[in-house]
């Protein structure tokens, strides 16, 4: 059977970066887990022992410390420092942009206004590094904030949708002289999605792979199921051989938590089908 | 008979200011018209010995020479300064502001984008300040430029319409790393809109006063007419008494080219009726 990977799919350019450091280093932790996958960070823990921290206070003198690519607030950069700890930066480079901005903005008088979740451990990260400093998840959160200067910065979290920025910055260019448009979202999932998209036309059998409560990994499934025949594994084990009767083709793809590893070996049982 | 004048009506800050200006240089001339007027320009001339220039060439050594609120281009400022005219700036400040964004932006490496129409006067004195500057009417001319830069700065033309504006800045905050959106509109029109719809609907009747072919002073009538009987007419040679039976308070807004003197002569009119 003929497999044909998807042009884009899987791990982000920044996951692979932080999982590629996480192997370099060896009887590390990295702070919080470093992707949303147990048996990636399993593999990680077995193979190269790099452990967990879950909490800052679990840190202890010259630790070898994983920034992972969510990245850390300011403040929790400089206790680690406090701890001794040796820090190996992971952060994403599409997130430390963002908070590079928000940073340099500040410095200028800027106000800032952050377009993402308050909760989410990048948005906690990106807001340390400013002064007058908002987050708004939506456009109807603009009324609740109250920015010091006339002159406003954005960024947005690097997962958001653009369209949804749009109608924030539209808000906002009425109010206010002067608008600063950073576009710091990320299209690692879009290009995901149009990769997966241009690929099943061309195949007879499409396979994603990924968890099957992972919403992406359903997404990218809805998207090939209109082009072709599909299906959704998590691995190797569950393909079927039926599946691929009469087929010459077989396109895969896979959800942005959706290890590589696992990916080749679903490629590999599929040439061997 | 009651007379209330709209909050809002006829020239907008930046003619008032330039008007003023011409009144206190007698024996000048202004660089083209200083509003589309007639009767307005042959007041100056008549009562200030203010000029008009049609062309730059016309200028003479040590004439007087009044820039209009458009504003004129860099080159043809140096001309003047050459030919030894004494320059008198009636540039609104509304359209200093982004003559200065598009120098400054220029100087840090933005490539510049104005909304507006190239052939405008306001435009090409305002893009005749940058470097790298593009002018597009709408969101399709887009696709005709090239900007040297990764980084956009953006201003509009003052008569724009925001929304439109909104509809280019989506377009470019999704193609460009930064877009730094200077909101140069001005609400002058729209401020006389909204103040005509607020008074007419206090009154027994509404006089607007424009040209019978001025666009902004038609759209104030039909603001006006849905809320009260409503007359537009040129100057006060046009009211008739019997429009005022059995009313009670009038109301009055004129176009944005209708010169504060007609307005009282109207109103005086109005009174005595």
């Known amino acids: 059977m003929e497999v044909k990977l998807a042009k884009s799919y899987g791990f982000c350019f920044g996951v692979k970066r932080a999982i590629e450091i996480a192997e ?25 022992n790099v452990d967990l921290y879950e909490d800052i206070s679990d840190v202890k ?3 070898t410390v994983i920034i992972r690519t969510h990245g850390i607030t300011k403040n929790d950069l400089q206790t680690l420092k406090k701890h001794d700890a040796k820090v190996i930066n992971a952060t994403c480079p599409f997130v430390t942009t963002p908070q590079q901005i928000v940073k340099n903005m500040s410095k200028e008088n800027y106000s800032i206004i952050i377009f993402g979740d308050e909760e989410h451990p990048e948005v906690k990260g990106v807001k340390s590094y400013g002064e007058d400093v908002f987050v708004v998840k939506d456009i109807t959160e603009l009324k609740n904030i109250n920015p010091k200067f006339d002159k406003i ?32 979202i990320c299209d690692a999932t879009f290009e995901n999605q149009a990769a997966a998209d241009e690929l099943s036309k061309e195949v007879d059998i499409m396979i994603v792979i990924g968890g099957k409560n992972s919403s992406n990994t359903k997404q990218l499934f809805y998207i090939c199921e209109k082009n072709t025949k599909t299906y959704h594994i998590e691995d190797e084990k569950e393909l079927d051989k039926s599946w691929f009767d009469n087929k010459n ?20 049982a599929i040439e061997n089908i």
């Open 24 to 48: 370099q280093h060896k009887n590390s932790a990295t702070m919080g887990p470093l992707i949303h996958n147990k048996k990636e960070i399993s593999r990680l823990k077995n193979d190269f």
């Open 153 to 184: 910065a954005t960024v947005a979290q690097t997962t958001k949708q653009k369209d949804h920025y749009s109608e924030i910055i539209n808000a906002l260019m009425i109010k206010y002289k002067e608008v600063r448009v950073f576009n710091t």
């Open 61 to 63: 003198h010259n630790d």
């Open 249 to 268: 083709s077989c396109g895969v793809t896979a959800g942005a938590s959706t290890p590589d590893w696992i990916i080749q070996n679903v490629c590999k």
